[in-house]
């Protein structure tokens, strides 16, 4: 069974890019051009992993990992933020509210499925997914 990866962007041109890059590699992508629909849409699709953009119209990123880490079932899915923000404090507000991870725009490909397999590879694995990536670490 592939591992299901939910695809949260608004931008028509990035959902496509993710999704043929996931699928690529793989995974059984779904995509959400509306974000009002990404929590209904996590319910009926169960993924593995839900990929976030942080910029949003109607409702931000933020506000959607926040309702999704809320929520007894969705909460233990890893969450990975993409986000034109680059700043620290945005990093840290991006990690506060629950993503497990973060790819700044404009996207690095190679990073991007990089950072998603590490995620799916924590899934399989033990705690390793509650340790951040040093490479990410905001300190640095
Ligand atoms: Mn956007």
Redesign the pocket.
């Known amino acids: 069974m592939p591992k299901r990866v939910l695809v949260v ?3 028509e041109l ?1 959902l496509k890019l993710f999704c043929d890059l996931l699928r690529a590699h793989g995974y059984e992508a779904e995509p959400v051009r509306d974000g009002r629909e990404a929590v209904p849409a996590a319910r009926r699709f169960g993924p593995d992993l839900v990929i976030m ?5 109607h409702v931000t990123g933020f506000e959607l990992i926040g309702q999704m880490q809320a929520d007894p079932v969705l909460g233990r899915i890893p969450i990975m933020a993409v986000t ?1 923000y680059s700043s620290h404090e945005d990093e840290e507000r991006i990690r506060a509210a629950g993503a497990r991870s973060y790819v700044a725009k404009p996207i690095s490909l190679a990073r991007f499925i990089e950072q998603v397999e590490k995620l799916m590879a924590a899934l399989d694995g033990d705690d390793a997914a509650k340790t951040p990536d040093p490479g990410e670490d905001p300190a640095r």
């Open positions: 962007e608004d931008n990035n953009d942080v910029q949003l119209p034109a």
